[in-house]
């Protein structure tokens, strides 16, 4: 074919270039615009198949990229690993395409079967059917008229063909044109991925804003929560519900102090779960990392709180450190949250551990305080010479919020060994008290002195004190509460007193500890107002120890004989219906009695030395009923 028949006019040429611009400027996949070129080469050249050829990423291989006319097969076959290798290891498996794209320039193979020097083409060529080819490479995209090619642009006949120099130019001007295409979508792709990247990181930045304000939010509110002094059970309630999960606070012993929320409630790790390593390694760093930690839970916890649910096996929990002065003395735990807590969650935990290190500070201000007053009030109340203002006295109480006109008991809890350091023992008894009865406490002459109001709940309490503070101290310690009579009138409070303080005395000096009740020793009580201990026990052995002895040899039930009888008015009738017993028992028992002490029970005298040598029986060995 001559040149005159081949070439192009400008007119359609000028078509070509345009309609390959508009795919490049209508952003058209890369494909389907090197498809266009490929088609526009066949039409302006006269090729019958076409191809683009891109070097690929590990720049060994020529790829297949665009082409027009080829059949599956042979792009198949193109697209097969060994095929258009760039460095051929072999030269029989050299390309046309491979050599134009390795020297940049134009390489033409008139008859693929007069071409021995590229042996690939004796496998590519029948395959397709063609017998010429000519391969031009494309420009470098940073410079389009010359540099390193990215591919070649290559074009087939079915007859033998002599390319001439216009066929060859305009060959050019297509790879060109093939190549602005490359760097059209060279750019166009980093320009997404620019736009990408910056979408990403306005979204990481809305994101990090969203997350201060929500920071700043929380200080706002806690700060709020600070100025309007919702104590202990708000600032829990509000974090349950800014994290949506349980929130529990509780003190350096894991007693709970707050607890939220009120239905579905999810309680912290039990003890068994927190001696295990995990957990007891994250714990006992809590007072060194003054931070959020996470403590897992890796097996089903023991019982829990009734009504609330059991946690399930590999739950994970978090705990901050409530600390006042580098003593660790609470945990804030929250446990079962929707979700892995964010950093800034977790700040927020260590904040309102903080702000709740400040509200058990303040209530501990307020402990001291309150129970320096108590203490004053009391002090005032068991002076040994009485009150000199009564009224005044009472108006004190009555702040204190303590009704002093009411009858009350009078208690003493007294502790003999050394108390564990963080152990407060005031703080201990008021938690032991029903908050809505507290006492009135105060520290006098060592113990600790309780009235407490006269009411069917006053036992109970007292056994509760006695429980708890025993519990608070450990085994090492034995904690004696006395209780004495209840006093009807703020001036009966220093007489009370003293019988208690004289009981507390015998019965530490003896058998210190457990819980003893003296309301009901009647003129017994004198003595115990003056009496020394050593005198009271070594009266009451000397007087009892026939008796003591005969019971131990013999049997014979005396002790209790004796005591029943005074009780009952010194009646035989009366003391044998209740020892469950014939009168003529109780009579021979009597009389028995009066042998081994060599004393007459018809003597008045006799009877009141007995009374009160069973007293102070029963107060040295004789707890209250549990």
């Known amino acids: 074919m001559v040149a005159t028949e081949v070439r192009a006019s400008l007119r359609s040429w000028m078509a070509a270039v345009g309609e390959v611009t508009r795919a490049v400027n209508a952003a058209e996949p890369l494909g389907d615009v090197l498809d266009r070129v490929a088609g526009q080469a066949c039409v302006l050249i006269g090729f019958e198949y076409c191809a683009v050829l891109l070097e690929d990423a590990a720049e060994e291989r020529l790829q297949v990229a665009g082409w027009c006319g080829l059949s599956p097969d042979y792009v198949a076959l193109l697209r097969a690993e060994g095929s258009l290798l760039i460095h051929p290891s072999d030269p029989r498996l050299d390309t046309p395409s491979a050599r134009a794209f390795r020297e940049g320039q134009i390489v033409a193979v008139p008859d693929v079967r007069l071409a021995p020097e590229f042996g690939r083409l004796l496998d590519l060529a029948p395959t397709q059917g063609y017998r010429a080819l000519v391969a031009a490479p494309l420009p470098a995209p940073e410079n389009p008229a010359g540099g390193a090619p990215t591919g070649v642009l290559v074009g087939y006949s079915v007859a033998p063909r002599q390319f001439e120099a216009p066929e060859i130019e305009l060959l050019e001007l297509l790879a060109g044109q093939a190549a602005l295409a490359l760097e059209a979508a060279r750019l166009r792709a980093g320009q997404e991925r620019v736009i990408g990247e910056l979408s990403r990181a306005n979204e990481e930045l809305r994101r990090r804003r969203a997350v201060l304000e929500w920071a700043e939010q929380q200080h706002r509110e806690l700060m709020q929560l600070v100025l309007d002094e919702v104590g202990l059970a708000g600032l829990v309630g509000a974090l349950a519900a800014t994290l949506g999960a349980s929130v529990t606070v509780e003190d350096a012993d894991a007693r709970v102090l707050a607890r939220a929320p009120d239905e579905g409630y999810q309680a912290p790790p039990d003890a068994v779960a927190r001696r295990r390593p995990p957990a007891r390694e994250a714990l006992e760093a809590l007072t060194r990392r003054y931070q959020a930690v996470q403590i897992p839970v890796l097996e089903p916890r023991g019982p829990v709180l009734a009504g609330t649910p059991a946690p399930v096996a590999g739950e994970t929990a978090w705990v901050a450190p409530v600390v006042l002065g580098q003593e660790l003395v609470g945990r804030l735990w929250v446990t079962a949250p929707p979700a892995v807590p964010a950093p800034v969650q977790l700040r927020a935990i260590e904040w309102f551990a903080l702000v709740v290190a400040l509200e058990l500070l303040k209530s501990r201000h307020l402990v001291a305080v309150e129970s320096r007053l108590s203490g004053d009030l009391v002090a005032d109340l068991l002076r040994p010479e009485g009150l000199t203002q009564p009224h005044a006295v009472l108006d004190r109480a009555a702040a204190l919020g303590h009704d002093l006109t009411r009858p009350h008991v009078l208690a003493l809890v007294s502790v003999d060994g050394p108390v564990p350091a963080g152990v407060r023992v005031p703080e201990v008894v008021r938690a032991a008290v029903p908050p809505a ?130 009780r009952s008015g010194c009646s035989t009738a009366a003391t044998a219906e209740e020892l469950v017993v014939h009168p003529n028992t109780v009579a021979y028992r009597l009389r028995r009695v009066e042998q081994l002490t060599g004393r007459e029970l018809r003597a008045a005298e006799t009877r009141l030395e007995l009374q009160l040598a069973l007293t102070v029986r029963d107060i040295v060995r004789l707890d209250a009923p549990r």
């Open 437 to 566: 009865a507290p006492p009135l406490l105060g520290r006098y002459e060592d113990d600790h002195v309780l009235l407490l109001r006269a009411d069917g709940q006053a036992d109970e309490v007292l056994r509760r004190v006695h429980g708890h503070v025993q519990d608070a101290v450990g085994t090492p310690c034995a904690v004696t509460v006395v209780v004495g009579p209840t006093v009807s009138a703020i001036t009966d409070c220093a007489a009370a007193h003293r019988v208690t303080s004289g009981a507390s005395r015998l019965r530490r000096a003896t058998r210190p500890g457990g819980l003893v009740d003296v309301r009901q020793l009647g003129l017994s009580a004198l003595l115990l107002e003056t009496g020394a201990p050593e005198a009271l026990r070594g009266f009451a052995s000397t007087l009892l120890r026939p008796l003591v002895a005969h019971e131990a040899t013999r049997g014979g039930d005396l002790l209790r004989t004796v005591q029943v009888w005074l």
